[in-house]
């Protein structure tokens, strides 16, 4: 077979020859792409919303069709007719293109891997405490690894290279003083860093926690290495170092459970019959879906000199509930009171003589 191919290369110009192999590698990846992508496609054919097989056809389909005929196109290079120069170069962008393709390989690995713990743990359902704890330490270390996977990668490469293992040797003669002043200018970053640990592994925070801070409510987003993102309720998001979260004070609305009390506040004369009130909210809860069916309590809290303040508390299964609850028991009860207690509105008296 090789003295075949031999035979054939002497009769072609090198540059032919040397395309027809880089094109033969090329061809040879896409064939077996062709062919194993649909048995691996009909194999993951269900009904289920999660198939490992499809996570995998997902995060490795683009990256395979580079690495496959570079692997090919490796093994053919003592094929092609090349000066030792051009040879050298070649041989090496191959090395490095196989390198940072075999490092994504690792990455999606991480992916698909992580699907299955998305899948495993969902978040979905309406009690979702243990799932959003998995699912903060998941995130936070994926990205750990994906950042030392990158580190790692872009060492070899440059480990290849020997001007690169007398620079990094140079670089050793002064780790003394390098590190110290590596130290002072990393110090908010490495900050930053120990308190994503902290924050991944003690959870004062989880993904999809409900918090009020600066001032404002929303959702934890994201959980990144260095920063965490907080989608406010009007779609802005809100950016904080990691480290806020470890030193400044803020509410998680859902730290234990995601359940929450809901209170409404109605402010009227003293007229109104506070048993009427009393058994229309209890009929509001009861024929609103948000209601848990657990705490249902109207009282009055307090007597100022021109009105009562009435209480209404609710109980509901998660904030977001809670928030549309209220309205909907706020204009309710605004609309019981206009129709059967217009005279029982807050008001101003005054007496003449």
Known sequence: MLE?????????????????IILFSLLIGIILKSILLPIVKQQSKTELPYSVLRSIIRHFNKIFTIFIPLL???????????????????????????????????????????????????????????????????????????????????????????????????LLT????????IGFAAQKSLGNLLAGFQIAFTQPIRMDDVLIVEGEWGK???????????????????????????????????????????????????????????QKFTELLKSNRLWDGKVNVLQVTDLKEKTMEIRCLMSCRNSGDAFDLRCYVREEMIKYMRTHFPEAFAKTRITTT
């Open 174 to 181: 002064g780790v003394g003083i390098g590190g110290v002043i």
């Open 72 to 170: 090919f196109l490796s093994s053919l290079l003592p094929l092609t007719k090349l000066s030792p120069s051009t040879y050298e170069i070649f041989s090496k962008t191959t090395e490095i293109l196989i390198t940072v393709c075999f490092a994504i390989i690792i990455i999606r690995v991480l992916r698909v891997f992580e699907d299955y713990l998305y899948h495993r743990f969902d978040i979905s359902k309406e009690n979702n405490l243990r799932e959003r704890k998995i699912r903060t330490q998941i995130v936070f270390i994926r990205k750990l690894l994906i950042t030392l996977i990158v580190i790692i990668t872009m060492a070899i490469i440059l480990l290849s290279f020997e001007s690169m293992r007398k620079i990094g040797a140079g």
């Open 220 to 278: 934890v987003e994201e959980i990144n290495l260095t920063y965490v993102v907080v989608n406010i309720w009007d779609k802005r998001r809100l950016v904080l170092p990691i480290n806020y979260f470890i030193e400044k004070p803020f509410q998680n609305w859902t730290r234990t459970t995601a359940e929450i009390l809901g209170t409404v506040f109605i402010y009227t004369d003293f007229l109104i019959p506070v048993e009427n009130l009393r």
């Open 4 to 20: 075949s191919l031999q035979q054939l290369s002497q009769k072609m110009p090198d540059w032919v020859w040397n395309i027809l």
